[in-house]
């Protein structure tokens, strides 16, 4: 199994910045992609920003030249900076990580796990 901890949620004004932190463990043979969605009060869940295990990253319109995605050295963490931000970013973040996971005699089995949310809060 999989699990994700997401940090740095909060309320901050607009303009400010905030960073959010997501660590996976568990079981986890490779990660492929990481990435973080968001979903605002009566919205669906749409995608921020992605990062491949090559680096490769993608972001949505709305954030681009904003925030920027990022992984740690040991590669099971992944950030979200997210600067210039403004009242309409306030959602509930989610931190998304999909891979293989190491399973019995070497076997090896594909995973997609979200993180539990964390509330980002912008006030004009």
């Known amino acids: 199994q999989v699990q994700l901890v997401e940090s740095g949620g909060g309320l901050v004004q607009a303009g400010g910045s905030l960073r959010l932190s997501c660590a996976a463990s568990g079981s986890i043979f490779s990660i492929n992609v990481m990435g973080w969605y968001r979903q605002a009060p009566g919205k669906q869940r749409d995608l921020v920003a992605t990062i491949t295990s090559g680096g490769s990253t993608n972001y949505a319109d709305s954030v681009k030249g904003r925030f920027t995605i990022s992984r740690g050295d040991a590669k099971d963490t992944v950030y979200l900076q997210m600067n210039s931000m403004k009242p309409e970013d306030t959602a509930v973040y989610y931190c998304?990580?999909?891979?293989?996971?190491?399973?019995?005699?070497?076997?090896?089995?594909?995973?997609?796990?979200w993180g539990q949310g964390t509330q980002v809060t912008v006030s004009s």
């Open positions: 998304h990580v999909g891979g293989y996971l190491l399973g019995s005699g070497g076997s090896r089995r594909g995973f997609g796990s």
